[in-house]
């Protein structure tokens, strides 16, 4: 690698970044950043790292930790970098030990020089991805790492370390676990994990955290996953009771999985990690290593849908991590350098500004490949992104939501208007109709369910609502059968809605209900929409979703997905309230990929809905249920429904839901974004 990644960093004018050239020469020291500039307070709070403790000196430390440590590393880690690409590659070919530079089987080579200018840059904690399953042997039914590549990975960890950065270590790579005999292999990998741990004891507390295995996915199931955690917590608190470990969540070290993750016997001094690369299509476009590969061109702007789609996920995450008292390590994010650079810097700001509100720790990925801050062709740093991780130049607002009481609303329904055969006609439809001068029961604005193949919806009695018959066969009265049973009189404030679900089967069962507002060649404006609120009780989670035209042919290939939110319900009553920019196209839904904001495309509605479906790659057999009351829309007025727009008859007499079948908690997993081998993420089926 080019020695001008040894180049300082400083600061012109408070915001554009210069890179000081210095001689090729390996001797030559990159020159210091100025204090004031790019470091900041990233590291004021952070004791040197390697004080108290002996690297690889052969002396083991002995360092009284509280249980608390885990949350200063965390607090105090600053700005962190991935050293991708080098140790993680398959390297096979390695035999010597060699303390001046390492060259990578990816191309990559790195030197000493490289860790003092990261660390001159700014970066205060450095992620050291290992691939360790091609360097071990066996000897005695035990797997045992080749001692020059231990030497080469701890000559990286002691360079971080002299270089003030807290060190992150892990096993990132083991295909044969991920995709083969997970049992027959987890043995050699717990094995690395005893001998890693023979060097880590010389390393002070705050110097040095052990990772679990990276992105745990395929035939390493969730359960699996949750007892090697188990297994790898013990080997390290055996050795060194006091380490810091860090524990990744499964599905690729996916935010929604955490919920999966079963904390370990000794849970004390964690760290809980995920990785984050959405939207997929910008981060990956044009990624040799991703098929199909994505097309080039895709911005980020910092929208609100695109904001409002990163906070819902962190913020899941930080109430999941609070609840059980555990600080939280983003451990990779990135973008490919093929978008463009203003996109890349923004959406890299936002993640960092994000991460930091959150309270989370941090690294990016990575240092000198295809999403890195250094180019080692041309020798230069990446300004921009140097700018967004060190020094941001943007910042982002929270939105201000108005008053709903200086709002005015339309009532979609309150349950307690109609009676009779009309009792699951919504009340604004009843309105509309009558103010036309028709009779109640010819309005088509009803409650309707319906469910897929497997899963059946139950009214409050107990009987059984809607199956697949009823939702296929228009002629077993889909229409018709039974709809005013979902209206209940143990509603907030007299009655109500609800059903219960019972999700069943592994392809991706969904089951929810909605209601529409016109005949089926009407769509409503929803321009007008501050916030829709309601009254909602009851078990597990559900999507809040708009029924769109545009939705449904903006898409050549999958055109499934919806603008929606995510709820999850109590068992006492609340009310939620779901703010105009909350409306987000459903994960990975080619309604995504394209960019589409709800704000730019909700002049079409054509139903409200209540979904839930199941996880990816989940086995489900569940039960759920809802009960809803006062469904109001802030902001609107009855004039935004007297004028639909008119569109070409639907020949179906209800509205057809929308099947969207991805969950809450349930993005495609992310690829690790550095081997050419990585497979494609997985998208959700067409369920329509």
């Known amino acids: ?145 080749d001692e020059p590549w231990m030497k080469q990975v701890f000559w990286a960890v002691d360079l971080a370390i002299k270089n003030k950065m807290v060190v992150v270590l892990n096993a990132h790579h083991w295909n044969a676990i991920y995709d083969q005999n997970p049992d027959s292999e987890i043995p050699c990998l717990l094995d690395v994990y005893r001998q890693m741990m023979t060097e880590v004891v010389k390393y002070s507390h705050d110097s040095l955290i052990v990772e679990t295995l990276n992105e745990p996915r395929g035939k390493l199931t969730s359960a699996k996953w949750n007892d090697l955690v188990d297994s790898i917590v013990t080997i390290v608190r055996s050795v060194d009771p006091q380490r810091v470990v860090m524990v990744g969540t499964h599905n690729y070290n996916n935010a929604a999985a955490a919920s999966q993750l079963k904390l370990p016997k000794d849970a004390s001094n964690l760290i809980v990690t995920f990785h984050y690369y959405e939207p997929f299509s910008f981060t990956h476009q044009g990624a ?176 059984t609502l809607v199956t697949s018959i009823m939702v296929d066969d228009t002629s077993n009265n889909y229409t018709a059968t039974n709809f005013e049973k979902l209206i209940t009189s143990e509603g907030h404030e007299g009655r109500g809605l609800y059903f219960k679900l019972h999700l069943l089967g592994d392809s991706y069962p969904w089951a929810g209900f909605g209601a529409g507002f016109y005949t089926s060649e009407k769509r409503a404006n929803f321009a007008n929409l501050k916030a829709l609120t309601f009254w909602a009780k009851g078990t597990g989670e559900f999507k809040v979703s708009w029924v769109t035209d545009f939705a449904d042919t903006c898409c050549k290939h999958n055109n499934w997905g919806t603008f929606s939110t995510e709820i999850t319900l109590t068992s006492e009553w609340k009310q939620y309230t779901i703010w105009f920019d909350q409306w987000t196209p459903s994960p990975w839904s080619e309604l995504e990929s394209i960019g589409a904001e709800w704000l730019e495309h909700n002049d079409d509605v054509r139903n409200l809905q209540f979904s839930n479906g199941s996880s990816y790659g989940q086995v489900v057999d569940e039960e759920l249920e809802i009960w809803l009351d006062d469904i109001r829309f802030y902001g609107m007025s009855d004039a935004d429904f007297e004028n639909p727009s008119i569109v070409n008859p639907a020949p179906a007499t209800d509205p057809a839901p929308a099947t969207d079948s991805t969950s809450v908690t349930d993005p495609a997993p992310a690829t690790d974004s550095t081997s050419a081998t990585d497979p494609a993420p997985a998208t959700d089926p067409v369920t329509e």
């Not at 360092?63 to 600053?78: E, I, T, Y």
């Not at 996109?343 to 309270?359: C, I, N, P, Q, Y």
């Not at 604004?428 to 193949?453: H, I, M, Q």
């Open 288 to 463: 040799t290593f991703v098929t199909p590969r994505y097309p080039t061109g895709k911005e980020w702007k910092a929208t609100f849908g695109e904001m409002r789609a990163v906070k819902k996920v962190f913020s899941a995450l930080k109430d999941w991590a609070d609840a059980k008292d555990l600080p939280v390590y983003l451990g990779e994010f990135g973008a490919y350098e093929a978008a463009d650079s203003v996109s890349r810097e923004t959406w890299t700001t936002f993640m960092v500004d994000l991460a930091k509100k959150m309270g989370f720790g941090w690294a990016y990925w990575e240092f000198c490949s295809g999403f890195g801050v250094y180019d080692e062709i041309s020798g230069k740093w990446n300004a921009p992104l140097m700018r967004a991780l060190l020094h941001p130049a943007m910042t982002f607002e929270d939105t201000e939501y108005p008053s709903l009481d200086t709002l005015k609303y339309v009532l979609l329904d309150d349950f307690d208007q109609n009676e009779g055969a009309n009792i699951n006609v919504t009340a604004l439809s009843a309105k509309l109709t009558l103010a036309e001068g028709n009779p109640v029961d010819s309005a088509a604005g009803r409650w309707y369910a319906y469910c897929d193949f497997t899963s059946t919806v139950t009214m409050a009695g107990g009987d």
């Open 1 to 145: 690698m080019n020695y001008l990644k040894k180049m300082g960093m400083s600061l012109l004018s408070g915001a554009v970044l210069v890179l000081l050239a210095c001689s090729d020469d390996s001797s030559t020291k990159p020159e210091p950043v100025d204090p004031g500039t790019l470091l900041g307070e990233s590291s004021s709070d952070m004791q040197d790292p390697v004080e108290g403790g002996s690297s690889s000196s052969g002396t083991p430390v002995n360092v009284n930790v509280d249980p608390g440590l885990a949350k200063r590393l965390v607090a105090n880690m600053g700005p962190g970098i991935n050293l991708g690409n080098v140790f993680e590659a398959e390297n096979a070919g390695f035999t010597k030990f060699d303390e001046t530079q390492f060259s990578s089987s990816w191309g990559e080579t790195i030197v000493p020089e490289d860790f003092k200018a990261l660390g001159d840059s700014g970066f205060r904690n450095m992620r050291i991805p290992v691939s360790w399953e091609e360097h071990v042997e066996e000897n005695a039914g035990k797997c045992v790492v």
